[in-house]
């Protein structure tokens, strides 16, 4: 996985350095033009004492190359006559450039979309984009090469090219190996930048992120321009909306060593010491490469629930809200909090109401205590009150709401603390008019979870209702990207979150001037342009129903952000719901689904055929539904039929 630098490289930078993101619009097959440009720009990069410099993807050449024989008069080899010229400023600068070109390998005649990370003493690296937009597999191959991570003085640093940012997995498994800088060239369109996605890989990983993109229009496709720089929290340090330019930032190592993470007041956890690997199996299966219903259904075991319209709510409730009750009472008292806020809906209700993360028996102790006076709760307080009034599965709290569920005839997913024989558990419970459907114990576990409870044994499970196919978490969990992907492998439609967070906080950004094709975003400021939840619903293809509570109460704190998330987000307006902050309510939101196209077997023949025309169409779809990909993406799921597991196997090893 690392691929060594030279020999004569030092050791790692302690201070530290100033990094640049070139954002251009090269001249399609205008190559000269092109590398006198960028020659121009890198130059002028390290007057402003940039160490360490990334140009956009395929910037040399262009992008919308047609096929292999428009493209083959501007490939070339790494090294070749383009890499040498800027090998030469590097040499002559003392800084490290990331080169993006398409490079032909002499051995086989192939191309690659590629990228060389050129230092003071020569070539460090070459890496080759792994996960291909549409466009290049007209005249590339996926990359072969793996997911490098080099050693060098400006620490570990690693590449990914545009769409390898849509798949976790290609920033996930460098940071498993210690990179500490994500260099990203990429050619991004049709989304207002810098994009969640890349805020997303940044944040999860702790890592820099230094994106360097394109903009303007290239056969009729417009780039999105918001070349940047990302801090390891998740913060935009620079960018620049649109045209020609240099994004400046700054590294420092010893930001994106720490991988704790939380806000500024406590830190909640470890983005790698609490993954589960064990738990990730699934992703090294490519369980979306077949047909989805024909997989799902195969042996006539685990097919999808018939798709259909169904209406899911999320409640927001205020920690203080909370009241001083024992458990079974606080069952009984969810009557009284969710009935008002059903009303208000009425006639509306949801088939399924999801409520938040240790709502029984809540995130604090109601009661006021001596310690809670000087504002906050010693660790003995907490741990004594999850446990002193955890519930048993199934119990009289359990059947206080099946009571609920079956009044307001809806399921209820709602979080529990639960004593079992011998251990407790941070617990997420299905409860149905009919009984206890299903249960999940929370893995992933915070600090708070930590004083009292034992990570799940349960896995990470799915369940079949009239809504479709559900999976349970907790906010914590998906915070982690391995989570969403396990369920979604496993064909939920829903994803149900409930939540007690204090982190992270939205990004906003003002509006772009790039006159996008189609509504890519608000025309004004966007507080909520990146949201975490957003992008792992849309990159796993679920919708994302997350119950969070808000405020703060005994220095036990939490942000909102509950809503239900859709599967996908272009175009503008995406179809979603957040609450808005520091409020309680209900919200509620449609998801679909259905199937949008429909097909069925036939042995009619067309009467004006000759021959034998038995399965032929006839005036309707004749097809085997099965055999077809849905139409509906929550059904399709197309970004996880086009991961590459392959290369994913770090992602299940204990050893790192």
């Not at 500490?180 to 207002?192: A, G, M, Q, R, S």
């Not at 010893?254 to 690997?277: F, I």
């Not at 259909?308 to 009557?335: F, K």
């Not at 829903?494 to 996008?516: K, M």
């Amino acid at each position: 996985m690392n691929t060594p630098a030279t020999s004569s490289i030092s050791s790692l930078t302690v201070q530290p350095y100033r990094v640049a993101a070139i954002q251009y619009e090269p001249t399609l097959g205008e190559k000269d033009r092109n590398v006198r440009d960028l020659l121009r720009l890198v130059e002028d990069a390290t007057r402003h004492e940039a160490r360490l410099i990334v140009l956009p993807e395929m910037a040399t050449t262009g992008y919308c190359w047609e096929s292999r024989t428009e493209i083959a008069p501007h490939v070339e080899p790494i090294p070749g006559p383009t890499s040498e010229l800027f090998q030469q400023v590097a040499t002559r600068q003392n800084c490290y450039i990331l080169l993006t070109l398409p490079e032909v390998d002499p051995q086989t005649n192939i191309y690659y979309n590629s990228a060389v990370l050129l230092g003071p003493q020569g070539i460090i690296g070459t890496y080759r984009k792994l996960h291909s937009y549409i466009s290049e597999p007209r005249w590339a191959r996926d990359g072969d090469l793996g997911m490098p991570v080099w050693e060098t003085p400006l620490g570990r640093l690693t590449c990914l090219i545009c769409m390898d940012a849509s798949y976790f997995e290609a920033g996930r498994i460098p940071a498993l190996h210690g990179a500490d800088v994500l260099l990203f060239p990429t050619n991004w369109l049709e989304e207002k930048s810098p994009s969640s996605s890349w805020i997303a890989r940044a944040f999860e990983n702790g890592c820099y992120l230094i994106a360097a993109n394109r903009y303007g229009r290239e056969r009729g496709v417009q780039f999105s321009g918001g070349s940047c720089v990302v801090n390891p929290d998740g913060s935009l340090q620079s960018y620049q909306d649109n045209g020609e330019g240099i994004v400046y930032g700054e590294v420092n190592l010893a930001s994106c060593h720490d991988k704790r993470w939380g806000n500024q007041q406590a830190r909640v956890g470890d983005r790698l010491a609490d993954r589960r690997p064990a738990e990730y199996i699934p992703l090294l299966h490519n369980t979306y490469l077949w047909e989805p219903l024909r997989y799902h259904g195969l042996y006539e075991m685990g097919e999808l629930p018939p798709g259909q319209l169904s209406c899911v709510g999320v409640m927001q409730v205020n920690i203080q809200e909370q009241p001083d009750l024992t458990p079974t009472e606080q069952a009984q008292w969810l009557r009284h909090l969710i009935e008002p806020m059903m009303s208000v809906h009425a006639p509306a209700r949801p088939d399924v109401l999801v409520l938040p993360e240790l709502m029984l028996p809540g995130p604090v102790p109601p009661s006021s205590l001596a310690s809670a006076a000087q504002g906050r709760l010693s660790e003995q307080e907490l741990a004594a009150h999850f446990r002193d009034r955890a519930i048993r599965v199934p119990g009289p709290e359990t059947d206080a709401l099946v009571a609920l569920a079956e009044a307001l005839q809806i399921s209820l997913v709602i979080g529990v603390a639960e004593r079992a024989p011998g251990a407790y558990y941070n617990t997420v419970l299905l409860i149905d008019p009919e009984g206890i459907y299903g249960s999940y114990r929370k893995l992933h576990l915070t600090q708070l979870d930590r004083l009292w409870a034992q990570p799940g044994n349960k896995g990470l499970p799915i369940f079949d209702t009239p809504t479709g196919r559900i999976g349970l978490t907790t906010g914590y969990d998906i915070l982690f990207p391995e989570t969403l992907r396990v369920l979604a492998s496993q064909g939920a439609d829903l994803v149900c979150a409930p939540t007690l967070l204090d982190f992270p906080e939205p990004v906003g950004l003002p509006p772009t001037s790039i006159s996008h094709i189609i509504n890519v975003a608000p025309d004004e400021y966007d507080p909520t342009h990146y949201v975490i939840w957003r992008v792992r619903s849309s990159e796993n293809h679920v919708y994302l129903a997350v119950s969070n509570w808000y405020g703060d109460h005994h220095g036990v704190r939490a942000n909102g952000l509950s809503g239900i998330y859709a599967p996908a987000c272009t175009p503008y307006p995406w179809p979603e719901v957040i609450a808005d902050e520091g409020e309680s309510m209900l919200m509620m939101m449609t998801i679909d689904t259905r199937e949008q196209r429909t097909g069925r077997r036939t042995t009619h023949t067309l009467g004006y055929s000759p021959g034998n025309m038995a399965g032929s169409l006839t005036g309707e779809l004749a097809y085997d539904i099965r055999d077809s990909i849905p139409g509906n993406v929550v059904r399709s799921k197309p970004l996880l039929r086009k991961r590459l597991p392959f290369w994913y196997r770090d992602l299940v090893r204990t050893d790192l």
